[in-house]
């Protein structure tokens, strides 16, 4: 029986890693202007949404860049060490 509870707790302590993770993210993300999405796609992602070019927004980048972070093709780190490196935030930002 301890090792069911120890799978269930392990499962839910992923669960709110991954929701505070994905809650730093929004934050992170809420300081990038949209020259600064799109050239973290292009820089890091190597890609650029497939859409319109010319009437391309904000929220159709904010999309996509969490469409691969669901697929798995971009991680929090890289949007991190990207903003830093940009100086979209300061290191403590994150503390």
Avoid: T
């Avoid at 994905?22 to 890091?44: G, P, S, T, Y």
């Avoid at 009437?55 to 860049?65: A, C, G, K, T």
């Amino acid at each position: 029986m301890a090792a069911l509870e120890n799978i269930i707790m392990g499962l839910f302590g992923r669960s709110k890693q991954n929701d505070a993770i994905i809650e730093q993210m929004r934050l992170l993300l809420d300081n990038f202007q949209f020259a600064d999405l799109q050239a973290f796609c292009v820089d890091i992602l190597g890609e650029s949404p497939a859409i319109d070019k010319e009437h391309l927004s904000r929220i159709e980048v904010l999309d996509f860049i969490w469409d691969k972070y669901h697929k798995g093709k971009v991680q929090f780190s890289q949007l991190k060490e990207f903003a830093i490196k940009h100086n979209l935030v300061a290191e403590n930002f994150f503390e």
